[in-house]
């Protein structure tokens, strides 16, 4: 439902008869507006703006001028943040927004504690990710960057006895690291940490002969297609980013930006929609603010997001969680198809056949709710 907010301030000293001046209500969006991941800054803007309806505006936050969460807070129009699009910010940033009044839901692949997010996170990564390997043992392999020792614990649960165990590597010794990777003879060499040093381990693999099938969870990024260059041919690489289901949402994109909408843009629309609905089912009591009626009903909300249905669960993470792979192909990585997790189960899942049953729930929902003739 689309609908105008109106909060209205008071300053002290103001007459009782004095009709205070209206403010709109806003979300706030703390992500990258210059450097290098300014691009993606701009497209979580823009997926935002999409998400929002008419009465609610925008308030965009550079976080690569310094802390946004204080300038979040001090700004009275601001019920709720879309919050990150890059790990980096999220790891520098996100802590800060537990101790506010602020409903927040984060949009990168990133884990902070009590934060809900839209993204997977590493363990329903893992899963998810696992619906694009065949049959065959694994050894999983993280070169200790970033959290790549925490996905890989969680690849080897995961994998269960198919696990020939973990090997962790060093990269500046990465031809003698990728023959202790082909001495194992697995059937799949599962990968997690840097996108450059996953194709370069790769590379070096084929080039002692090393035959196993690749799967490169959450590295997807032309750094491994570059890295591996031919050698990686075949390889299958993915991401926590949510696909867009949607196809008027899709359309809307296209006739705006004249492009494919960029899965960054997805994560924070899908984000935005989340708080929108939160908004939308707030009762603030009168001894409540707005801002603590909108956090409270978050958890609770029910909404169709890009991807289709969405709600968070217990812990704040976006039910279902979805990943995406691609296939390294003729040197460059090519969609190849994408996944969910589902109460704890994981299923590949048909495009085309999933857009025709979410438009078929969505018009029997429509049909229940018209009147009867």
């Known amino acids: 439902m689309l609908f105008t907010l109106f909060l209205f301030a008071c300053t002290s000293g103001e007459s009782p008869t004095t009709t205070a001046p209206r403010t709109r209500a806003a979300i706030g969006v703390s992500v990258p507006m210059t450097g290098p991941s300014a691009a993606k800054g701009r497209a979580a803007v823009d997926g935002v703006r999409l998400a929002v309806p008419p009465g609610v505006d925008v308030v965009v936050i550079d976080e690569q001028l310094g802390d946004p969460v204080p300038t979040a807070r001090n700004d009275d129009r601001i019920f709720g943040v879309v919050a990150h699009v890059t790990q980096v910010g999220a790891e520098r940033w996100g802590a800060g927004w537990a101790g506010t009044d602020l409903a927040v839901v984060m949009a990168a692949p990133a884990s902070i504690a009590g934060l809900p997010r839209v993204l997977a996170g590493a363990d329903r990564h893992v899963r998810c990710a696992t619906a694009f390997m065949g049959q065959g043992s694994a050894v999983v392999v993280h070169d200790g960057s970033g959290n790549s020792t925490e996905i890989s614990n ?20 990465m031809a003698r690291e990728a ?60 991401s926590q980013d949510r696909p867009a289901l949607d196809e008027e949402l899709v359309d809307r994109w296209r006739i705006e930006h004249r492009t494919e909408p960029p899965a960054v843009a997805i994560n924070a629309y899908d984000a935005a929609t989340l708080l929108v609905a939160a908004l939308q089912s707030s009762k603030p009591s009168p001894s409540e603010t707005l801002r603590a009626a909108v956090k409270q009903a978050l958890a609770k909300v029910r909404v169709t997001g890009a991807s289709g249905p969405i709600h968070l669960d217990a812990e704040g993470v976006a039910e279902p969680a979805w990943c995406t792979s691609y296939k390294l192909h003729d040197g460059k990585l090519s969609f190849y198809g994408i996944a969910r997790v589902t109460d704890g189960r994981v299923e590949r899942v048909d495009i085309d056949a999933e857009r025709a049953a979410q438009d078929a729930a969505q018009d029997a929902a429509q049909d229940a709710a018209s009147p009867a003739e």
Do not use: C, K, M
């Not at 082909?182 to 059937?187: G, L, Y």
């Open 154 to 173: 969680a690849a080897e649960r995961e994998l269960g006895p198919r696990s020939r165990g973990i090997v962790a590597i060093d990269p500046r010794l």
């Open 179 to 238: 023959d202790r990777v082909r001495t194992i003879r697995a059937s799949w060499l599962v990968f997690t940490g840097s996108p450059s040093d996953g194709g370069n381990l790769l590379r070096a693999l084929r080039q002692l002969g090393g035959r196993a099938s690749f799967l490169g969870i959450g590295i997807y990024d032309p750094r491994f297609s570059a890295a591996a260059g031919h050698a990686g041919e075949g390889a299958i690489v993915t």
